[in-house]
Nanobody, 124 residues
Framework: QVQLVESGGGLVQNGGSLRLSCAAS????????MGWFRQAPGKEREFVAA????????YYIDSVKGRFTISRDNAKNTVYLQMNSLKPEDTAVYYC?????????????????WGQGTQVTVSS
């Protein structure tokens, strides 16, 4: 069992920045691909970014490339999502996710564990 606790969400203006954190506990953190998903009201949960077990490889969806950066600190069992140049369309609940597989492009059906989510709201 892995427990995930997200933090760092909030309200920010168009063009602003936020940094999300996800602290993991329960199993060897460095064994897992870690990722972030988001879900806007009335929409399906969407994969955003993922990072390999070592942290050397990352994957982003096109709409966040160049604006978001995913990173991890295996010594602290924590994964981060730095979000810059935020837009109103980034407004969603953001979820941290654990995947025991090997494919960085995560899908929600393969996620082993989810965090509780943190709200990000970008005002126009």
């Amino acid at each position: 069992q892995v427990q995930l606790v997200e933090s760092g969400g909030g309200l920010v203006q168009n063009g602003g920045s936020l940094r999300l954190s996800c602290a993991a506990s329960g199993r060897t953190f460095s064994n897992y691909i870690m990722g972030w998903f988001r879900q806007a009201p009335g929409k399906e949960r969407e994969f955003v970014a993922a990072i390999s077990q070592s942290g050397r490889t990352t994957y982003y969806i096109d709409s966040v490339k160049g604006r978001f950066t995913i990173s991890r600190d295996n010594a602290k069992n924590t994964v981060y999502l730095q979000m810059n140049s935020l837009k109103p369309e980034d407004t969603a609940v953001y979820y941290c996710a654990v995947d025991s597989g090997v494919i960085l492009k995560m899908t929600s059906t393969r996620v082993d564990y989810w965090g509780q989510g943190t709200q990000v709201t970008v005002s126009s």
